[in-house]
Nanobody
Framework: VQLQASGGGLVQAGGSLRLSCAAS????????MAWSRQAPGKEREFVGA????????RYADSVKGRFTISRDDAKNTMYLQMNNLKPEDAAVYYC???????????????????WGQGTQVTVSS
């Protein structure tokens, strides 16, 4: 599956952005999807994931209550709604996909098989 992330930009602290991840190729609805991010000089970190059926979601503690993942299988697209953004949220955001294994959602970025190219999010204080 090929993934293309978009929607990044510059926003003030406290503002909102919605990222999109468009998928093509194999059947999008059969994959668990996730967002990760990487700030300069830091390792890539897990942000959130959604089960192929959308029956379960997981979030990093740092974004719980502020970020929401959703998916629209009819559009082969996953979204990340980011509210109340903080300067520490600034990073390149990547979307990723993995074939499901039961009802488990992995929080380890390295386990995901397919990656998009990333979209930059900048948050000004």
């Amino acid at each position: 599956v090929q993934l293309q992330a978009s929607g990044g930009g510059l926003v003030q602290a406290g503002g909102s952005l919605r990222l999109s991840c468009a998928a093509s190729g194999r059947t999008f609805s059969r994959y668990n999807m996730a967002w990760s991010r990487q700030a300069p000089g830091k390792e890539r970190e897990f942000v959130g994931a959604i089960l192929w059926s959308a029956a379960n979601r997981r979030y990093a503690d740092s974004v719980k209550g502020r970020f929401t993942i959703s998916r629209d299988d009819a559009k082969n697209t996953m979204y990340l709604q980011m509210n109340n953004l903080k300067p520490e949220d600034a990073a390149v955001y990547y979307c990723a996909a993995i074939a499901p294994s039961g009802e488990t959602l992995t929080t380890v970025p390295g386990f995901y098989d397919y990656w998009g190219q990333g979209t930059q999010v900048t948050v000004s204080s």
